[in-house]
């Protein structure tokens, strides 16, 4: 699971040189929330709220001592939650540990206020998130090395809500680890193991950096977990080294909405392998990240692959009316342009400048978006040669792959619909290719992906994608590899020589960012919970 990124674009650049020695280049909608919040169950509650003292100091006292259908509400403070270090389950594998773990179904865990309740991942006695190497937890010693640490892990539980609050700096190590809010169903076990999930008003970040063995990794995560109408909605992360948001290893049933999640100042603002059914990412902003959104197919990691958007059981999408649910809708993908990022080894290691890249992706559709002011691309929809072996039986062909001498299986994107998006000062780089969207497609005799409507004054490479693939799903008889575009794209990831007077931008340092001020929390935190000494009538007690 870790540094998924990392394998395809490896895998991309190595396809590019080799490619460009051999001299090729001349030839349904998601759901709604499933956290409803009856107002049933006990109410547990953590600190203290307007002098009120909670029956619990830590939340994972409460959780605990929760059953089934009762809520957690948890007062502003600075949660150092530890159960990670103070009670570590006999097994740590498939990232089973974190600073709170939760295996009990239908919990609501909530805070009082977004802003200031605040689970730590620092020291205990060290000042909120603080920035300090010395006030960093990096977890228990097996073998002789830190496992790094986990902050928020549902663990195999189905229905749990987790909304209003912070999460910070719980760091990566040997083992599954460095994420701050995680649905895990079981990393690395191939199957579901977690059904349903929300998250809304949640932050993720991380203020210390010590170098990539042990950066913050994902903010907010969800993997090996069917959605059954899954909802993240108002949430942000900054600062993680693999991607700020991430939906993996769903057995093409992911079936989440996301909605107005802002995603900054990370490697990728949103990453998902193999994440596939119905996926809505909508009303949302990705801006100064290394590459603002990237969805993949691998065949080792997070199975099965492909990444697919098709609707699951032959359905027709409500929104796109097609047979594509993995739909981005109505987002912002601006100023994508930012080398000094944490970045997972060559996880994140390009393109610098894009605003989302669909790699080996298939039945995605992605319309009525604004593409602004990234410098190389607004998207570009790319192969993804995977040169791994194959895990969990999976076999290249018999996933929709193309072996390649040298390469592995490569995944051409396919049947992917760009739709009446709005494009504005892309490419300003003026490096060769550099434009609004751009198209490699290895490989011939496949499903086109197809491209209408697009308001893009810096045009596309090839410059005919508009008026050659009006249509998606036709045979695509040739070929697609644009010279210009490979060999730039092989220039800014740094693992390729670089033409002439190209010019990216190049990492100087790594600059981590604060959060900012203005996040909203949620207006009432009380809403739908039973009556208890915070909450009377659905409201707050003063």
């Not at 010279?483 to 740094?494: E, F, K, R, V």
Request: aromatic content about 8%.
């Amino acid at each position: 699971m870790r540094s998924i990124a990392d394998r395809g674009r490896t895998g991309l650049v190595a396809l590019g040189a080799g490619l460009l020695a051999a001299g090729v280049l001349s030839a349904c909608s998601s759901g709604s929330s499933t956290a409803t919040g009856a107002s049933s169950g006990h109410v547990l509650l953590v600190g203290t709220f307007h002098g009120h003292k909670g029956g619990f100091t830590t939340i994972q006292s409460a959780v605990n001592a929760a059953k089934s259908g009762d809520w957690i509400l948890v007062a502003p403070g600075d949660y150092k939650e530890d159960a990670d270090l103070t009670s570590t389950p006999a097994s740590v594998d498939h990232g089973h540990f974190g600073g709170v773990l939760i295996q009990t179904s239908n919990l609501h865990i909530r805070g009082m206020n977004r802003n200031t309740t605040v689970v730590d991942g620092t020291k205990q006695g060290a000042p909120e998130c603080s920035t300090n190497q010395a006030d960093q937890q990096f977890g228990v010693v097996q073998n002789g090395q830190a496992i790094g640490r986990n902050g928020i892990v549902v663990y195999k539980a189905n229905h749990v809500s987790i909304d209003n609050l912070t999460a910070c700096n719980y760091l990566s190590g040997s083992q599954d680890s460095g994420n701050e809010i995680w649905w895990n169903g079981g990393a690395d076990t191939a199957t579901i193991g977690l059904h349903g999930y929300e998250g809304s008003y949640l932050t993720a970040e991380t203020t210390y950096f010590g170098g990539e063995s042990t950066a913050a990794e994902y903010g907010i995560f969800s993997s090996d977990s069917a959605g059954d109408g899954a909802s993240w909605s108002n949430i942000y992360a900054s600062n993680f080294n693999d991607s700020g948001m991430y939906v993996g290893a769903c057995q093409q049933v992911c079936d989440v909405t996301i909605s107005k999640a802002w995603m900054e100042y990370n490697a990728l603002g949103y990453s998902g392998t193999n994440s596939g059914g119905a996926v809505v990412i909508k009303d949302s902003l990705f801006d100064n990240n290394q590459d603002g959104l990237d969805t993949n197919t691998q065949i080792n990691g997070d199975p099965p692959a492909p990444q697919n958007g098709d609707c699951p059981g032959n359905a027709i999408s409500p929104i796109t009316h097609t047979r594509s649910c993995w739909v981005a809708m109505d987002n912002t993908f601006e100023d994508n342009n930012n080398p000094n990022a944490p970045e997972a080894g060559n996880a994140a290691a390009g393109p610098t400048g894009t605003g989302m890249t669909l790699s080996g992706g298939r039945n995605d559709t992605v319309m009525h978006n604004t593409f602004k002011d990234n410098g190389a691309w607004g998207i570009l929809f790319i192969p993804y040669p995977d040169s791994s072996t194959p895990e969990y039986n999976q076999s290249c062909t018999g996933t929709g792959g193309v072996e390649v001498t040298g390469f592995g299986c490569v995944y051409d994107p396919m049947n992917d619909r760009l739709a009446d998006n709005t494009f504005d000062n892309n490419g300003y780089f003026k490096n060769p290719s550099n434009a609004d969207y751009g198209q490699i497609a290895l490989n011939p005799n496949q499903p086109s992906n197809c491209f209408m409507g697009n308001v893009a004054p810096n045009g596309s490479v090839p410059s005919d994608l508009e008026t050659k693939y009006p249509t998606c799903g036709l045979n695509r008889a040739a070929a697609d590899v644009p010279s210009d575009l490979l060999a730039q794209t092989l220039c800014d990831t740094g693992f390729g020589s670089c033409p002439a007077g190209a010019n990216y931008p190049v990492r100087t340092t790594v600059v981590l960012h604060p959060v900012p001020k203005s996040l909203p929390t949620m207006p009432n935190p009380c809403v739908n919970v039973p009556d208890n000494a915070w909450c009377s009538g659905g409201k707050p007690v003063s």
